[in-house]
């Protein structure tokens, strides 16, 4: 085999995030940003996923809004998408269709151990439906039509990944290989950004305090406002100790990741000097970061055409992909094709 006849394949990657809201900068740090350096060296799809997001109850018109708003971030952050594939979960069918063939391989009780589903259906009591239940059914299915090699994904998804992980590795040794059993992607650096205002828990777009997490969209004053009203602990120092003082910490781990400073820089640099003088800097600092994104945010989201043309244009390249994989698996279940005769 020489490089001619079999052109060496780049290793795959897919992501995605739900359009439940607008993305904000522990997605920016923790996942986009890793994206963007990711897509020089590896054939990447990135999703969109719309079919996640109707596991719980969303306002139509508001989830239609809110998809574009999420596609235009990743062409914000720097997604490019001459180079990775963006799209929208449902326009390419074959989700759908591969999950339900997967979801008749995955075991009741297996899919009940998820603890993202407990977690979930405590939060949503009034509304736990089969959906949500078989949800990561579905983000096997996102993985494993485009053979991934490698997910980037946070700590909250990693038992997603490994139920994906055994039904891959089920099914091939059932039949014969057909999926690419993929590998869980841990960015090298941390980059876990906690909330503003309770500063243990994870900075999140759904968090019901606006103060605890900093959008995409948010202005440089309205940035700066939010740090400056972030809670800190009852020390003096800026001195990094995630530990007993999350808050400072937090604050300098921001601070560290974007100005690309590392954290025993940071308080040196900061020696001396009160929790008033670097909050001001923080807030500078995550508004010049974020400032650039935004701007771009605002003129990719107000040219819809485009993004349109982008979106189709990933659904079918998406799509020309995830057809080769169903037709196997179609196959190899034993559903009669007309090609079978
Ligand atoms: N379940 C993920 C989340 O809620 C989103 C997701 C869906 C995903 N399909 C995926 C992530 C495939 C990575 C790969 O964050």
């Known amino acids: 085999m020489n490089e001619q006849t079999q052109p060496q394949r780049k290793p795959v990657i897919l992501s995605g995030m739900q359009p439940t809201s607008v993305l904000m900068l522990g997605n920016m740090i923790g996942a986009l940003r890793n994206w963007v350096y990711l897509q020089e060296n590896y054939e990447c799809f990135f999703c969109v996923v719309d079919m996640h997001a109707i596991t719980v109850r969303q306002v139509p018109a508001e989830l239609r809004k809110r998809t574009l708003d999420v596609a235009a971030t990743y062409l914000a952050a720097g997604v490019d998408p001459n180079v990775s594939t963006v799209f929208v979960q449902s326009h390419v069918p074959e989700h759908a269709e591969l999950a339900w063939v997967l979801n008749c391989y995955t075991g009741f009780g297996e899919a009940g151990r998820m603890t993202q589903f407990k977690d979930k259906s405590e939060q949503h009591s009034d509304n736990i439906t089969v959906g949500l239940f078989t949800y990561p059914v579905l983000m096997a299915a996102d993985i494993l039509l485009y053979q991934a090699d490698l997910v980037p994904v946070g700590e909250d998804q990693k038992q997603h990944l490994e139920l994906t992980r055994d039904l891959a590795n089920r099914f091939n ?49 309205v940035i700066r406002n939010k740090v400056k009203r972030a809670v800190t602990d009852s020390g003096t120092d800026i001195r990094y100790d995630s530990e007993n003082r999350p808050g400072v910490s937090n604050l300098i781990e921001m601070y560290s990741i974007v100005t690309g400073t590392s954290v025993a820089d940071v308080e040196k640099q900061f020696e ?42 990933g659904a079918e390249k998406a799509q020309h992909t995830a057809r080769r994989t169903v037709r196997k698996v179609y196959k190899k279940v034993g559903f009669w094709q007309p090609e079978d005769k």
């Open 173 to 221: 040794h059932l039949y014969s290989p057909t999926f690419t059993v993929p590998e869980p992607y841990i960015p090298q650096s941390g980059g876990r950004i906690m909330s503003l205002q309770e500063p243990t828990k994870k900075m999140s777009k759904s968090d019901s305090n606006q103060n605890s997490t900093i959008f995409l969209t948010d202005t440089d004053d």
């Open 272 to 313: 001396g000097k009160g929790y008033g003088d670097f909050k001001a800097a923080v807030g500078d600092a995550v508004a010049d970061y974020i400032r650039p994104v935004r701007t771009r945010f605002d003129e990719i989201r107000a040219d819809v055409p485009t993004l349109t043309k982008i979106l189709k244009e």
